[in-house]
């Protein structure tokens, strides 16, 4: 019985927490290089939140693609608006000793997202906001409608939610603020952080050198949520580019250290809980617009096998728990 409190207890902070990270891709029209200039967390205004320094990605090109080749490099207009709504659908099955659980159902959750450009700096350095303007809870007849009004409650919270970001013009990111500051829910406060790992790069970062059809690249970073450090590594491959829309194709692989603590707001502080192993893959398509900042459609599905060790208190016996995640994400912009 207390095997089962403690899994039911697991399920409910690790659907608050258990984010995929996963970047949309980037492209851009061609444009002449130019050097960047170091990273600065400065600000020119003292009283605006500080923007903060988001983690490199590094780029590998693979091959270079069919010629005509060009230098991509994202180049939006200053004052272009998009708005994207992603909808986010996650699966989710867990075992305790090897025994399974009951099913839990998880309904899909909408986000829309506004984004404009502020400015473009002569060395293509793009600065942005965005805010998310609505975020639901769908209904779902296998879901209570206790449970679903409930999580619509806890997500309005988030409605409103703003910062502002600025990258380059080959979608490295320079620095980022997420404004979360009210926001008093814990479990809705790491989960805004991961989050923000993820807006903070809108865009996968392109290589350096020119890139034509069937072109391929990687994109490795290192993404953290609750207190799990991942190596993601995402494979591009450049399907097919005409009238200005782009067309690629990605695989993603997540992998992590085992022995890892992991740290879930809403745990009482005598429970333990510790990776045993974690392994994560995917694949997804995308369409983009050269002059914009986001993708026009986006399609993703990462699927995760995660063991646990943990338990509640210091007395309670170790329990193993399997857990197999598949998340789906699909995002339209106008």
Not at 191 to 198: G, L
Not at 289 to 302: A, E, F, Y
Not at 325 to 334: D, F, Q, T, Y
């Amino acid at each position: 019985m207390k095997k089962s409190l403690f899994a039911g207890g697991i399920i409910c902070l690790l659907l608050g927490t258990g984010i995929k990270y996963v970047q949309t891709p980037a492209h851009a029209q061609p444009r002449a290089e130019q050097k960047s200039p170091n990273v600065s967390t400065d600000t020119e205004n003292s009283e605006q939140p500080q923007l903060k320094s988001p983690q490199a990605s590094k780029v590998k090109l693979l091959n270079r693609g069919a010629e005509p080749r060009q230098k991509l490099r994202f180049q939006p207009v200053a004052g272009s608006k998009q708005q994207s709504v992603m909808m986010t659908k996650t699966n989710m099955k867990m075992s305790l000793d090897g025994k399974p659980v009951p099913a839990f159902n998880i309904p899909a959750t909408e986000v829309t997202v506004n984004t404009v450009v502020n400015k473009v700096e002569p060395n293509g350095d793009i600065s942005y906001d965005f805010s998310y303007s609505d975020i639901d809870v769908i209904k779902d007849p296998n879901v209570q409608p206790q449970i679903l009004e409930a999580m619509r409650k806890q997500f309005a919270q988030l409605k409103g939610m703003k910062g502002s970001g600025v990258m380059d013009n080959r979608g490295n990111p320079k620095k980022f603020n997420l404004v979360a500051s009210d926001i008093k829910d814990p479990m809705l406060k790491q989960m805004m952080q991961q989050v923000s790992n993820s807006l903070s790069k809108v865009s996968s970062p392109v290589p350096q050198e020119a890139v034509g059809k069937g072109a391929e690249w990687v994109v490795t970073n290192k993404v953290g949520f609750s207190g799990i450090n991942i190596i993601q590594t995402q494979t591009y491959k450049l399907l097919d580019i005409k009238d200005g829309v782009a067309t690629l194709q990605a695989k993603v692989d997540q992998q992590a250290q085992a022995m890892q603590k992991v740290t879930l707001p809403g745990l009482p502080p005598s429970a333990a809980l510790t990776l045993q192993s974690y392994k994560g893959n995917g694949e997804g398509k995308y369409q983009i617009m050269l002059d914009k900042l986001m993708p026009i459609t986006s399609n993703i599905s990462v699927a995760s096998n995660v063991n646990w060790k943990g338990k509640f208190t210091s007395k309670q016996e170790d329990t193993n728990m399997n857990q197999e995640v598949l998340v789906n994400v699909n995002m339209k912009s106008k």
